[in-house]
């Protein structure tokens, strides 16, 4: 776990929300899936499109947060066709979150 790229990626209120609602998926986004092929065990992420209608900003800047985010380690992506879901990377989060805990 990179803690200093985990914190330059967080000190950005658009990427901040973006963690925010991917940790409720279902409260923040539409129903996702679409184009999810039968039997597909990928469940749970958002894809690109989604994200960048509400976060209400272009879609190159979305895939450059997304892409900042998932190099830290706080995403996980799955390219599915020719969409991408993405969803939170649950245990570098935990692992974040017990670091700032016994350091901070």
Same mark, same amino acid.
């Given at each position: 776990?990179n803690? &200093? ?12 929300? @973006? ?14 899936? !679409? ?10 992420g958002?894809?690109?499109? =989604? ?8 879609? =190159?800047?979305?895939?450059?947060? !997304?892409? @900042?985010?998932?190099?830290?380690? !706080? &995403? ?27 350091n901070?």
């Amino acid at each position: 776990m990179n803690t &200093l790229e985990i914190y330059k990626a967080l000190a950005n209120e658009i990427r901040l929300n @973006i963690m925010e609602w991917l940790k409720e998926p279902e409260k923040h986004f539409p129903p996702q899936g !679409l184009h999810l092929p039968d039997g597909s065990t990928w469940t749970g992420g958002v894809c690109v499109g =989604s994200i960048q209608e509400k976060a209400g900003i272009s879609q =190159s800047t979305v895939s450059h947060y !997304l892409d @900042i985010l998932q190099r830290a380690g !706080l &995403l996980k992506a799955a390219r599915i066709g020719k969409w991408t879901y993405y969803q939170r990377n649950e245990e570098t989060i935990r692992e974040f979150g017990e670091y700032v805990k016994s350091n901070l």
